[in-house]
């Protein structure tokens, strides 16, 4: 069992940066690949970001290459998301989701632990 809690959304204007955290706790993180997913209300959840149980492979929604950035530390059992030159469009919940023994994939429906979500809010 995984418990997520993501913290460091928040009112930012276009352009601004942010840094997301998503702090577990429980036991063998570095068991898990991890994703950042967002989702607008009357909208699906959609894929942002996953990083593998060592950090070694990660990947991205098109709409944000190049500017977010997944990283993971796992003595701290922590998975941030790096938000430089944001975007309204980027305004969302933005939730962090742990997959046993997985690869940080795009498909929601694998990951096994969601958290709560961390309000992003970006005007122009």
């Known amino acids: 069992q995984v418990q997520l809690v993501e913290s460091g959304g928040g009112l930012v204007q276009a352009g601004d940066s942010l840094r997301l955290s998503c702090a577990a706790s429980g036991r063998f993180f570095s068991n898990y690949a991890m994703g950042w997913f967002r989702q607008v209300p009357g909208k699906e959840r959609e894929f942002v970001a996953g990083i593998s149980w060592n950090g070694d492979s990660t990947a991205y929604a098109d709409s944000v290459k190049g500017r977010l950035a997944i990283s993971r530390d796992n003595a701290k059992k922590t998975v941030y998301l790096q938000m430089n030159s944001l975007k309204p469009e980027d305004t969302a919940l933005y939730y962090c989701?742990?997959?046993?023994w997985g690869s940080g994939s795009p498909n929601s429906a694998v990951y096994d632990f969601w958290g709560q979500g961390t309000q992003v809010t970006v005007s122009s």
């Open positions: 989701a742990a997959d046993y």
